[in-house]
């Protein structure tokens, strides 16, 4: 059997950006000791981590920022992308219908980490 553990994210700071996390994501952070927080969403755990002096020169280049390979699907995704424009959430894509019955928007945290954020059809 195998299982997911983890997903890493990287970030600037983790005090500014945990209510991203928390607010918009959902996530209940069960430790927030800052260079590193774990984080969880139904049952799925998020490493939200700092670049640190330990971490290899390149760690910062390949986990801060850009488009994670982790998608979200909500309920309702006009909703969600109205909530998070009241939260002041940067919309990177706008809500698109896609052909395989879906629609997606993408949004980012403060340290332009990208998310997909879908709704099934």
Do not use: C
């Not at 909500?74 to 629609?103: C, T």
């Amino acid at each position: 059997m195998i299982k997911v553990l983890s997903i890493l994210i990287g970030v600037v700071n983790l005090n500014k950006s945990k209510p991203f996390y928390e607010e918009i994501l959902g996530m209940t952070f069960d430790e927030f000791r800052p260079p590193f927080a774990s984080a969880k969403l139904h049952g799925i755990e998020f490493n939200i981590e700092e670049n640190v002096d330990y971490r290899s020169k390149d760690w910062a280049g390949k986990y801060i920022g850009g488009r994670k390979q982790v998608s979200f699907e909500v309920d309702s995704l006009e909703q969600f992308i109205e909530r998070a424009n009241s939260y002041g959430v940067k919309i990177v894509q706008s809500i698109e219908i896609k052909p395989w019955d879906w629609k997606e928007a993408i949004i980012a945290d403060i340290d332009g980490n990208e998310f997909i954020i879908e709704q099934k059809i």
